[in-house]
């Protein structure tokens, strides 16, 4: 390769290097939403079930799954807490489309006495990897 051509290439890689608008960087923002729910208490060990089985699949599955995370309140068990993220807001449209979303939208939809879905803003996500033992 001639002096020319690498000189070329080197600064096509240093553009693309340092070519990250807010534009690009705003696209790259993953989705966050923020689900708070209220379970009828004599449903939680099927509920308990069901979004293990959900959330389990999803994040194995689907690419588009960055993290769930499901809590509940600790002096009121019945209400549940979901943290969700995906890569982009379509990663959250397709998650509701899959089948086992749907199945676990259908099991627990009698389960739900209220649900307040809320979009949240990352403004600083940091985690380290951790296995929770199964209960139940």
Same mark, same amino acid.
């Given at each position: ?9 080197? &600064?096509s890689f240093m553009a693309l290097c340092f070519s990250t608008s807010a534009g690009a960087q705003e696209a790259k923002?993953? +989705?966050?939403?923020?689900a708070e729910l209220e379970i009828d208490p004599a449903q939680m060990e099927q509920f308990d079930a069901a979004i ?5 699949? &999803? ?8 993290? !769930? ?6 002096? +009121? ?13 379509? &990663?959250?449209?397709?998650? !509701? ?19 307040? !879905? !809320? ?14 033992? &199964?209960?139940?």
């Amino acid at each position: 390769m001639k002096a020319k051509q690498v000189l070329m290439l080197c &600064a096509s890689f240093m553009a693309l290097c340092f070519s990250t608008s807010a534009g690009a960087q705003e696209a790259k923002r993953p +989705y966050v939403r923020l689900a708070e729910l209220e379970i009828d208490p004599a449903q939680m060990e099927q509920f308990d079930a069901a979004i293990r089985e959900g959330v389990t699949t &999803a994040v194995r599955v689907e690419p588009g799954v960055l993290a !769930l995370y499901a809590v509940s309140e600790k002096d +009121y068990p019945n209400r549940v807490r979901v943290f969700e993220m995906y890569t982009d807001e379509g &990663a959250y449209r397709k998650h !509701l489309q899959t089948p086992h979303f749907r199945k676990f939208r259908d099991t627990t939809d009698k389960m739900v006495k209220s649900r307040k !879905l !809320l979009d949240g803003v990352p403004i600083v996500l940091e985690a380290k990897p951790v296995a929770v033992p &199964a209960t139940k």
